[in-house]
């Protein structure tokens, strides 16, 4: 069900001038966050590409029309819009309901990792719980000091490469992707960061392309979204690149079986293979039955992120090959 919140807006509407809507009963922030909130949650909006809730979402789209920072204070929750300001935010909340667009491609960015990134429709909304791993810096399987190498498989937006980049400032970090598109959203994004001299991005299926080096740590949030199960997903999903950054066949292995076949050549001895495959992980260990993943916990929510040293990539080679 859609909620008609707004008539869609005039040149003079747009230009600030005086409609009628709901702004003559709402003020101040607090208003138009209470009823932000009421709307998404009559409107049956989708809640999994970034935000946990219809009140979240509210809060965040409502300070960006202001151009407020996420972390604005409460306090000035009571603070009166304009008129304009009014309009602002009203046209993010009519893009949020009437069209189901995502909340990070109404304002242009998201949030991973503590750090704020561009995006768009070329690039999935990062939402990977790999960024906890990350502000850990992937302790206790890798050591700090000992990590120079970094691979991020896949890398989209760049997000996780660029935060392995923070997270290990002595490292040097190769962000890979096939897509074009989502390379040159990740090369604004690694100016965005001062990040040019530490972040090579190379465009690569997997790691047919990527620099022939020993990776310490090799990182990945490929896609694994099965073919049936990318039917089912809200409206909101029609937005990211489904077919080249969720879909990943029949059983969402498509990407994880060949990268698991590959990756050991290319760790140290003391790397490290880290991939997200989310709601696969029965999938994949039903295929792999003597793998010995360590499937790893996360105290902010997130599951199906695997872990494997170099070690064991080695032990379980002939599997690998086999499927």
């Known amino acids: 069900m859609l909620v008609r919140m707004l008539p869609e807006p005039t040149p003079g509407e747009k230009a600030g001038a005086n409609v ?3 702004s003559d009963q709402l003020h101040t922030l607090r208003d138009f966050i209470r009823w932000g909130t009421s709307q998404f949650s009559l409107a049956e909006l989708g809640f999994h590409q970034g935000m946990p809730s219809a009140l979240d979402e ?28 009014k309009l602002r935010v009203f046209e993010f909340y009519r893009q949020r309901v009437e069209a189901r667009k995502p909340a990070a491609y109404i304002t242009g960015e998201a949030w991973f990792a503590g750090l704020n990134f561009h995006v768009d429709e070329r690039v999935l909304i990062p939402r990977s719980p790999i960024a906890e791993l990350i502000e850990q810096r992937f302790a206790p399987w ?13 890398t989209g937006s760049g997000c996780i490469a660029i935060a392995c980049g923070y997270a290990f400032p002595q490292a040097r970090v190769v962000g890979s992707d096939i897509s074009m598109d989502a390379l040159a959203v990740a090369e604004d994004n690694r100016r965005l960061h001062g990040m040019e001299d530490r972040l090579e991005l190379v465009q690569s299926d997997l790691f047919v392309d990527v620099p022939e080096r020993e990776y310490d ?20 999903f029609e937005y990211e690149p489904g077919a080249i950054a969720l879909e990943a066949g029949e059983d969402g292995l498509d990407l994880v079986i060949p990268m698991l076949q590959s990756a050991r050549e290319f760790l140290s001895d003391n790397g490290i293979l880290v991939v ?10 039903a295929c792999f039955p003597n793998v010995p993943f360590t499937w790893l916990e996360f105290e902010r929510g997130g599951q199906g992120v695997f872990l494997l040293t170099a070690e064991q990539l080695e032990m379980c080679q002939a599997d690998f090959d086999a499927a």
């Open 217 to 236: 740590i090799i990182v990945s949030n490929p896609p694994y979204v099965s073919t049936a199960e990318l039917a089912t997903l809200p409206n909101e």
């Open 276 to 285: 997200e495959v989310g709601y696969t992980q029965p999938a994949l260990e």
């Open 58 to 85: 509210a809060v965040y789209l409502c300070l960006a029309a202001l151009h407020l920072p996420p972390d604005f204070a409460p306090d000035y929750f009571d603070a009166v819009l304009t008129q304009e300001e």
């Open 20 to 22: 009628k809507n709901p």
């Open 142 to 154: 890798a050591e700090d000091a000992a990590v120079s190498e970094i691979l991020d498989l896949c």
